[in-house]
């Protein structure tokens, strides 16, 4: 053979090992690349709303009250009509002995407090109920002469649990809905221990009541205002349980890797729930969430 053909033969050569060598090379990545797990995601934005508790309650009224006899006697006139509006120190029933108590009332013959044994003025101003004693009715001492009802303020009572409990004083805004009609509120008083068993606080709502718009009794819903917070709207469906028991939900961070993060959740609905907890942008694993674990790098 020639010898510049051999050469060429031999360059040949080489070249062609040299590029079976790289491709088998080339292919080796291929084989060796880790297979990551694959998820849908969502990107989430959170937005700004007010957060707040809100429970079902009863109106009740400011004050109620039993005006009994400390004597025995019988009742002479009702002197004012069941419903009626009556005032602080208004004589509401007259009984039998009042004249001649009066009279000796007005000479000092008789003390302020034994002539207010049988005057039974009202107390505070109020709404005279129904039920009271009539006339020539015998009363007992310790008996019901009449009841009143103050309906000039009204109160709300319900129960906060402990995890909400925190940062809620009667500095907090407060908005009332009584029978669909909005009004202002204010926290009157909030119990410094819990109920044992239910691990709840007892709280108190305040509202005024012009003109004894409402009475006693009425469907309410209270609404406490905590402030603003930054929240995520998110499917039920897409929860997840952490090691712990808590509840969150599985986000990406930037290294492609599975991050848990516990929530709270604000808004409960059939449809949706209102979080928060999470970071004001989230890429959130909608499907595939229940099949990945904390810190699995996966794709997406």
Known sequence: MHQSSFKTLIIFL??????????????????????????????SLATIINDSIDFNSTTEALRRIEIKSEVMTTVDQVMIKAGTI????????????????????????LSQKEFNKVALFAPFSGILLDGHKIGGELVMP?????????????????????????GISIKNEVNVSILGEKI????????????????????????????YRYKDGLSSMISIKKGEVLAHKISPSILALGNDGALGVKVINDENKVLFKEIQVIEDTSEYMLVTGLNEMEQIIIVGQQYVSNGEEVSF
Not at 160 to 166: A, T
């Open 14 to 43: 080489l070249i062609f090992l040299q590029q079976s060598l790289v491709a088998s090379d080339w292919g080796k990545p291929e084989e060796n690349k880790k297979k990551l797990f694959n998820v849908q995601v969502k990107e």
């Open 86 to 109: 009556v005032k602080k120190g208004q004589h509401i029933i007259k009984l039998d002995d009042f004249d001649t108590n009066k009279e000796l009332f007005d000479i000092d013959l």
């Open 142 to 166: 310790g008996e019901k002469v009449y009841e009143l009802i103050d309906l000039s303020s009204l109160k709300i009572f319900g129960y906060i649990n402990e995890n909400e409990i925190l």
């Open 184 to 211: 202002e509120g204010k926290i009157d008083y909030i119990s410094p221990i819990s109920d044992p068993n239910t691990k709840t606080f007892e709280i108190v709502v305040k509202v005024d009541n012009k003109n």
